[in-house]
Structures are given as C-alpha cells and as structure tokens.
C-alpha cells in the first residue's frame, strides 16, 4: 500500500521551532518531487514548499521564506520540514503530497499531487 505518514506537529510558543516529517512506504521518494502544504480553518489549502526528486531545487512561499528549509534524504524516503521562528498565522494542519516531475522543477499547483499524507497539526500560540 502506497502511503505518506507525517509527524512532528504539536503546540509550539510563538518564536518557536517544530521539524515536520514525511515517509514513504510502500514506495521509494527517489523519482518524485515533495510538497508541503497546510490548511487553515476556514481557508484554501495552500502550498508551503517544495523539493525537487534530487533535492537540487528548493521553493518556498513568501509567507514562510527565511523561516522554514525543505530537505529531503531519499535513503530514508523521507522529507523535512524544518519551521523556525514560528507565528501564530503558521497555524494549520500540514501535508506532504508527492507527485512526478515537470521538467527539472517541482509542480505548484496542489492538482498535480496525487499521493498525499493525513495531515500533521501544527499550533502556535501561547
């Protein structure tokens, strides 16, 4: 069965820091480019960052840039999301979504994701 399982998320002090993960099982990440994305309540879910199959190509949201660093290590099937100096407007729940790649980027829009996580929650407030 082709999954992606998230962890990390909790209830973190404004300024604060949280590393978010995401494996694979059931497949390897080697050929797929990783999206974090996160959803409010209320709102649009909305990208975050993402990793390029190799990790040569890094993106990030303007909301999130300086704060937070994609990574990934493929021996581990396994992608990071390291969150730092961490606000209240960060609150939400927060997926990983995998999908092909286009060209030697990875996809923005949320469509072309087709394995996705069950979402990690991620509170900041204090």
């Known amino acids: 069965q082709l999954q992606l399982v998230e962890s990390g998320g909790g209830l973190v002090q404004p300024g604060g820091s949280l590393r978010l993960s995401c494996e694979a099982s059931?497949?390897?990440?080697?050929?797929?480019?990783i999206a974090w994305f996160r959803q409010a309540p209320g709102k649009e879910r909305e990208g975050v960052s993402c990793?390029?199959?190799?990790?040569?190509?890094?993106n990030y949201a303007d909301s999130v840039k300086g704060r937070f660093t994609i990574s990934r290590d493929n021996a581990k099937s396994t992608v990071y999301l390291q969150m730092n100096s961490l606000r209240p407007e960060d609150t939400a729940v927060y997926y990983c979504?995998?999908?092909?790649?286009?060209?030697?980027?990875?996809?923005?829009?949320?469509?072309?994701?087709?394995?996705w996580g069950q979402g990690t929650q991620v509170t900041v407030s204090s």
């Open positions: 979504a995998a999908a092909s790649m286009i060209g030697n980027n990875c996809p923005h829009d949320r469509y072309d994701y087709y394995y």
């Open positions: 059931g497949f390897t990440l080697d050929n797929y480019a």
């Open positions: 990793i390029t199959n190799n990790g040569g190509i890094t």
